[in-house]
């Protein structure tokens, strides 16, 4: 068990799925419903239902796939996380294109989670645990190709201010959140507890307004503290 997850609490994680192909759908719907601490609370067929949906059940986690008909699960992410009424639905992309574009969209777009739907059941599980949570998650293929992806595209830095508002400790956590290292790890590489880091990450999110640890990470590699500084 991932010792940064928070134990299971009454209240299930509310789950909203935006799936094309219904019997991938259903098949997702039975495995969330039959799971502890889960329920769906909708299903959407294309982008344009899942941004529906969503206004309308303001689900903890959408479970969204990329290539539906019409809108694709990119806009509807974007448009989902860029209003204020859903800002906080935690929205986990589940594709089988293993790409880096759409993972880069995704994450732009605001989504918490790039997953594979090669994953098992259980990875599937932990993934909408661990983005209810409020942590990030992506496929470990995708995390180490995205460095490079980063690197290349021109992104908005971090102004000065927001930088000088850092402490030294809070960029040295930065810097290991946008290499990709838990909790547990950092606080094992620093020295430090694990409420240590996570108050630090607090922190991070609150100086920086990133609305989760994805977007700590896609900070991290604008501000220049991970990838391609050494040339």
């Known amino acids: 068990m991932n ?3 928070p134990a299971q609490a009454d209240t ?3 789950v909203l799925l935006a799936e094309d192909q219904v019997l991938v759908r259903d098949s997702f719907r039975l495995l969330i419903d039959t799971t502890p601490g889960m329920v769906t609370v909708g299903e959407a067929g294309t982008g344009a239902e899942a941004v529906h949906l969503a206004r309308q059940t303001v689900p903890d986690v959408l479970v969204m796939d990329v290539r539906m008909p019409g809108m694709d699960g990119i806009e509807a992410t974007r448009q989902i996380c860029n209003t204020a009424q859903t800002a906080g ?3 986990l992309i589940l594709t089988t294109f293993d790409l ?5 969209a995704a994450l732009r777009a605001g989504a918490s989670g790039y997953l594979l739907k090669d994953a098992t059941a259980t990875e599937l599980l932990t993934a909408i ?3 209810a949570a409020g942590d990030a ?3 470990p293929s995708t995390t180490r ?3 490079a992806e980063f690197v290349r595209r021109p992104a908005r830095q971090p102004t000065p201010r927001e930088l000088d508002r850092l402490t030294n400790r809070e960029r040295e956590v930065l810097t290991l959140v946008g290499q990709g290292l838990s909790n547990q ?8 507890t694990i409420g240590t880091v996570k108050t630090h990450i607090g922190n991070l999110l609150a100086k920086l307004e990133a609305r989760d640890r994805a977007h700590l990470v896609i900070a991290a590699y604008e501000a220049g503290l991970v990838g391609g500084s050494d040339g």
């Open 3 to 5: 010792p940064d997850l």
């Open 137 to 139: 998650l992506l496929a």
């Open 185 to 192: 790890e950092i606080a094992e590489k620093l020295h430090i």
């Open 12 to 14: 299930p994680i509310r």
């Open 129 to 131: 645990r661990v983005v």
């Open 100 to 104: 880096d574009e759409y993972a880069y």
């Open 89 to 91: 639905v935690r929205v």
């Open 145 to 147: 190709r995205l460095i």
